[in-house]
């Protein structure tokens, strides 16, 4: 069974960077099969989907995030990882890690997703 | 760019049947997918393709599109049900937009 974990720093200074990555264990993030995805959700609002990564390296962003973020793979640790720079109290969020599962027609779903890693931009 | 709208709350008492709307434009070219949100826990995606169910969701949970909206439907709804409930779809090529969000209180 194909299980997320996030990890990283909880609390980032503004104007500095934002890192996480997320263990995938039950399956390999070299998978020709897999897309690995990032979507946040700040206190008291909504989701944001902010990218997702082919296991070859192909990247999606979030036209509103597409200059701040890069998402990478690490076969060699079986992890994936977000990078946001010049955060500010915007960012503050939930960060989840996620599956998207490509249909063969139609937009993608997320499944699994890990249990998320609150992220506070504080000085 | 797109938006997908969803009713603040719902409130329904054990027993009764939620229903959750979620509409947007690109629902009528798109499919939808929906996900139950609980403090703590990972998300679990109950619904995907407007109406197929995962394996492991209860048969209480079922969804319907029609147009520019779709809904999903919990009969029977469980006190074990009460979350926030979150439509998904796609945008352009391989973006995706969430709803709005519907807390739903049992």
């Known amino acids: 069974q194909l299980q997320l974990q996030e990890s990283g720093p909880g609390l980032v200074k503004p104007s500095g960077t934002l890192s996480l990555t997320c263990s995938v264990s039950?399956?390999?993030?070299?998978?020709?099969?897999?897309?690995w995805g990032w979507v946040r959700q700040p206190p008291g609002k909504g989701l944001e989907w902010i990218g997702s990564?082919?296991?070859?390296?192909?990247?999606y962003y979030n036209p509103s995030l597409d200059s701040r973020v890069t998402i990478s793979v690490d076969t060699s640790r079986n992890q994936f990882s977000l990078r946001l720079t010049s955060v500010t109290a915007a960012d503050t969020a939930i960060y989840y890690c996620?599956?998207?599962?490509?249909?063969?027609?139609?937009?993608?779903?997320?499944?699994?997703w890990g249990q998320g890693t609150l992220v506070t931009v504080s000085s | 760019s797109y938006e997908l709208t969803q009713p603040p709350s719902v409130s329904v008492s054990p027993g009764q049947t939620a229903r959750i709307t979620c509409s947007g434009d690109i629902l009528s070219k798109e499919y939808a997918h929906w996900y139950q949100m609980k403090p703590g826990q990972a998300p679990v995606l109950v619904i995907f393709q407007d109406t197929e169910r995962p394996s492991g969701i209860p048969d209480r949970f079922s969804g319907y599109s029609s147009g520019t909206a779709v809904t999903l439907t919990i009969s029977g709804v469980q006190a074990e049900d009460e979350a926030d409930y979150y439509c998904q779809s796609g945008a352009s090529s391989a973006t995706y937009v969430f709803g709005t969000g519907t807390k739903v209180t049992v």
């Open positions: 996620a599956r998207p599962v490509i249909p063969v027609t139609g937009p993608s779903w997320f499944d699994p």
């Open positions: 039950g399956g390999s993030v070299s998978s020709a099969s897999y897309y």
């Open positions: 990564i082919y296991y070859s390296g192909g990247t």
